[in-house]
C-alpha cells in the first residue's frame, strides 16, 4: 500500500465531502465525483498487496573486525600560491555579478494564462473587477478549487490567494504561479486545464 497516495486521495476525499455535505443535499454530478474519490481511496489501499503469511528473515553473520594500526603520513608542505595582482579600476563599470533570472513562462502555461475576452455584455460582466479573490468564490468553488488545483491542501490554497491579493499586476501573478504553482500542482495536465483556467480568469479580475 502507497502510504503517499492513500493520504492524497484521502484528503481530497475528506475536503470534497466536507464541502457538500455543508449543503444538506448532494445532486447527481457531486455523488458521481465523491464515488470517483472513494473509488481512488480504496485502489490505493489495495495497490501493491503482498500475499500473507510471508516472513522472510534476514541472515547476517558478525564479523570480528581486525584493529589495523595507522601509518602515520609524511607531512609535505604544499607551496604558498602567488598573490594575485589588483584588479584594474574600471571607472563606472556595472558590477560583473550574474542576476538571477526570472522564471520562463513555457508556451503551455502561457496559453493556460490567457484570458478569453467576449464582445458580449454577459461576457463583459464575467471579468468586472474584485477587491479579493477568496471573497469572491463561493464556498462550493472554493472547495472544489482547493480539492482540484491544490491536493486537497487548504493552507497552501490560502496561501496562495493572500500572496495575489497582496500582488499589484496580472504579470506579477502569473510570474508567481510560474514559479510556485502551476507546476508543483500539475496544472497543465489535460484533466486540470480547464479548471485553472477558470481560477486564472477570476485570479485576473483582481488586477483590472
Known amino acids: 500500500m502507497n502510504i503517499t497516495e492513500s493520504n492524497k486521495h484521502f484528503n481530497k476525499l475528506s475536503s470534497f465531502y466536507k464541502s457538500v455535505s455543508s449543503d444538506g443535499e448532494i445532486n447527481s454530478i457531486e455523488m458521481d465525483l465523491l464515488k ?9 489501499l489495495t495497490s501493491g498487496e503482498t500475499s500473507a503469511g510471508t516472513n522472510v528473515k534476514a541472515q547476517t553473520k558478525k564479523v570480528e573486525a581486525v584493529p589495523v594500526k595507522a601509518t602515520p603520513e609524511p607531512v609535505i608542505e604544499k607551496p604558498k600560491p602567488a598573490a594575485a595582482p589588483p584588479a584594474e579600476p ?16 513555457s508556451r503551455e502555461m502561457k496559453s493556460l494564462f490567457e484570458i478569453e475576452k467576449g464582445k458580449e455584455i454577459s461576457d463583459k460582466l ?18 472544489f478549487t482547493i480539492t482540484e488545483l491544490f491536493g486537497g491542501n487548504q493552507t497552501d490554497f490560502d496561501g496562495v490567494i493572500s500572496k495575489l491579493n497582496g500582488l499589484s499586476s496580472y504579470q506579477e501573478a502569473q510570474t508567481f504561479l510560474a514559479e510556485n504553482v502551476v507546476n508543483q500542482n500539475s496544472w497543465l495536465d489535460e484533466s486540470k486545464v480547464k ?11 483582481r488586477y483590472i
Open 36 to 44: 470517483s474519490y472513494v473509488l481512488k481511496f480504496y485502489e490505493s
Open 90 to 105: 574600471r571607472g563606472n563599470a556595472v558590477s560583473d555579478t550574474p542576476k538571477a533570472k526570472p522564471a520562463t513562462i
Open 126 to 143: 464575467s471579468i468586472s473587477k474584485i477587491n479579493d479573490i477568496g471573497k469572491s468564490m463561493s464556498i462550493n468553488e472554493k472547495m
Open 195 to 205: 479548471k485553472a483556467k477558470t481560477f486564472l480568469k477570476l485570479v485576473y479580475r
